[in-house]
C-alpha cells in the first residue's frame, strides 16, 4: 500500500508562488514508486477534484490543465519518493486543497480522471488573496 503526505500549502498573494510536495511511504520501494504515474488534483468548496497536472512514470511526459498551463510544474524525485508542484503567478483562483494521488500505469486513457488514480494523499490547503 502507497501511503503520500503533501505539504507546502499555504497563504499567498496573487502574483506569489508556493511548491507543494508530495511524499509517498508505506509498502512501497524505491523501483516501485519509479513506477507509478503521479497526479495532482485540486478541489475548491462546492466543486468537483479537478485535475491539475500529471507526470509519467518515466518522467519523461508531463501534462497540465489548461487553467494552470504555463504557470506550474510538476516533477518528481523517485530515489526520495517525492513529486513536486511548483506554482507561479498564482491566482485568487487557485484555492483549493490540492492533493496528490498515484496510480500504477502510464498518462494514457484516463490519467486525468480522479477515479483512474488508487492512493490519496489527506491535501494541502492553498489560499490565493486578491
Known amino acids: 500500500q502507497v501511503q503520500l503526505a503533501e505539504s507546502g500549502g499555504g497563504l499567498v498573494q496573487a502574483g506569489g508562488s508556493l511548491r507543494l510536495s508530495c511524499a509517498a511511504s508505506g509498502r512501497t520501494s524505491t523501483d516501485y514508486f519509479g513506477s507509478l504515474s503521479m497526479g495532482w488534483f485540486r478541489q475548491a468548496p462546492g466543486q468537483e477534484r479537478e485535475f491539475v497536472a500529471a507526470i509519467s512514470w518515466s518522467g519523461g511526459r508531463s501534462d497540465y490543465a489548461d487553467s494552470v498551463k504555463g504557470r506550474f510544474t510538476i516533477s518528481r524525485d523517485d530515489p526520495n519518493k517525492m513529486v513536486y508542484l511548483q506554482m507561479n503567478s498564482l491566482k485568487p483562483e487557485d484555492t483549493a486543497v490540492y492533493y496528490c494521488?498515484?496510480?500504477?500505469?502510464?498518462?494514457?486513457?484516463?490519467?486525468?480522471?480522479?477515479?483512474?488514480?488508487?492512493?490519496w494523499g489527506q491535501g494541502t490547503q492553498v489560499t490565493v488573496s486578491s
Open positions: 494521488a498515484s496510480r500504477p500505469h502510464g498518462l494514457g486513457t484516463g490519467f486525468r480522471s480522479p477515479q483512474n488514480y488508487d492512493y
